[in-house]
Structures are given as structure tokens and as C-alpha cells.
């Protein structure tokens, strides 16, 4: 967490919402409620986050406070910008979810596709194995190619078949996943 994370939540906290927080106030609570400050470099990192804030737009003077500079004085949150930060985050964590989804379905049809091949190399070897077995006595037939044809559109089919069946279960399991992230909130 930074730094600007900890002035934020310790305006949030102890700040009023018209008043604001003071400096030695969000020192104080960022001091007792992480145990691991470093409290030499609390200070500089402190005004160093409060610039920022400034900077950013997060931090903002009351009324009471517009003419003090530095850090004295009180800080208030930018509501607007907070508001607007955290729609982007919920934006940004919905691609990621969506991205992570495009990506399981495509996982799954190359699985869909290495089974498809496996089974077509699978048939080839069983083919290939009938035709060594075959006695010496008797030529070996060529394979009629409309026989071919016909297993080779079979296998097609099925293939096609089966990726659209996975497609269908991963837009079923998209359509109930989309509706549970939107009740979490």
C-alpha cells in the first residue's frame, strides 16, 4: 500500500468531512496503525504523498484552510476523483476478467483441437496397422475414395461439433459468471 493509500484512508478515518484531517493527525494514525513505519522517513514520505495527492487531484483544502500552504492546516478527499478512480478500477478488473474468460475459451479449444488430432493420428495408426496385417497372399486395395471422403467429413464434423459444444458451455458459464460479479459489488 502507498504511501497516498495511507493518507487517504486516514482522512477517511479520522478526518471529518467538511473539516478534513490535520497533518499531525494522519501522522499519529498512520503511526499507530502500521506497525512496520519506518517513523525517520515518515515525515518526508508524508509530504512527498500529500504533494501528490495535490498533484493528482485526490487531496484538496477546506474552506477553512485555502490560504495555508505546506503542511499545515487540514486535507479533505476530492470525492469526484475518488469516485471516478474507483469506477476505473471496477472498468479495469471487468477487461481483466473478460480477458482471462477469451482466454480459458481458448484454452479449451485447442484442448478441443489437440483431440481432434489425436484421434485423427489415432485412426491414421489404425489404418496404418490393418494394412501391415493384411497376409502376404493378398495385394492391398487401395482405400476407395469415397470412403475417403466420407470419414474425413466425419471426423471434420465431429471436430466442429465438439468446439461448438465447448463454445456454448463457456458462454453459459460467461452469462452466470457476469451475473455474480455485478450481486458481489
Do not use: H
Not at 477517511?12 to 467538511?18: H, K, L, S
Not at 482405400?143 to 466420407?150: A, G, K, L, Y
Request: some cysteine; charged content about 35%; aromatic content about 4%.
Amino acid at each position: 500500500m502507498s504511501t497516498l493509500d495511507l493518507v487517504v484512508k486516514a482522512i477517511e478515518t479520522i478526518g471529518a468531512p467538511r473539516r478534513g484531517a490535520s497533518y499531525l493527525a494522519i501522522q499519529k494514525w498512520i503511526s499507530s496503525s502500521r506497525e512496520n513505519v519506518a517513523t525517520n522517513r515518515l515525515k518526508t514520505d508524508l509530504k512527498k504523498a500529500i504533494d501528490k495527492g495535490f498533484k493528482s487531484g485526490i487531496l484538496e483544502r477546506p474552506t477553512i484552510s485555502k490560504n495555508v500552504t505546506g503542511l499545515r492546516g487540514y486535507f479533505i478527499l476530492n470525492k469526484d476523483v475518488i469516485a471516478q478512480k474507483k469506477q476505473d478500477e471496477v472498468e479495469t478488473a471487468e477487461k481483466l476478467e473478460e480477458k482471462a474468460q477469451v482466454t480459458e475459451v481458448v484454452k479449451t479449444k485447442a484442448a478441443a483441437v489437440e483431440i481432434a488430432k489425436a484421434v485423427t493420428v489415432k485412426k491414421t495408426k489404425d489404418a496404418a496397422t490393418q494394412t501391415k496385417e493384411a497376409p502376404d497372399s493378398a495385394p492391398a486395395q487401395e482405400p476407395d475414395p469415397d470412403e475417403v471422403r466420407r470419414e474425413r467429413f466425419e471426423m471434420e464434423w465431429n471436430r466442429k461439433l465438439f468446439l461448438l459444444m465447448c463454445a456454448m458451455e463457456s458462454s453459459k458459464s460467461n452469462d452466470s459468471g457476469q451475473g455474480s460479479s455485478l450481486n458481489e459489488d
